[in-house]
Nanobody, 126 residues
Framework: QVQLVESGGGLVQAGGSLRLSCAAS????????VGWFRQAPGKEREFVAT????????YYADSVKGRFTIFRDNAKNTVYLQMNSLKPEDTAVYYC???????????????????WGQGTQVTVSS
């Protein structure tokens, strides 16, 4: 049982940065796989980044590799998505999701995640 709340979204100019936070209520959150997904208007939800339990493995979509960083602060029960060099194409609602470990370090498939936050809007202007 995990409750997730995203925050940190907003309006930013192209080339700027934002840091999204995913705060969890679960007492064993560090043992969960966490992913960030995004959905733009009229488009399917797409994978952005994922981090393993504890945080020793990460994986990124090609579209954000080198610009975004996912990391977790287990003491604060929070996973972050640091977003640099933002582009208008990054505009979307960003969701964090969590799944208990199931013999895999991380998931890129949205249907593997059991818990979802409400989303936070990121808008990048040109």
């Amino acid at each position: 049982q995990v409750q997730l709340v995203e925050s940190g979204g907003g309006l930013v100019q192209a080339g700027g940065s934002l840091r999204l936070s995913c705060a969890a209520s679960g007492r064993t959150f560090s043992s969960y796989i966490v992913g960030w997904f995004r959905q733009a208007p009229g488009k399917e939800r797409e994978f952005v980044a994922t981090v393993s339990y504890i945080g020793f493995k990460t994986y990124y979509a090609d579209s954000v590799k080198g610009r975004f960083t996912i990391f977790r602060d287990n003491a604060k029960n929070t996973v972050y998505l640091q977003m640099n060099s933002l582009k208008p194409e990054d505009t979307a609602v960003y969701y964090c999701a969590a799944a208990p470990r199931g013999g895999t370090f991380y998931y890129i498939e949205d249907n593997k995640y059991d818990y979802w936050g409400q989303g936070t809007q990121v808008t990048v202007s040109s």
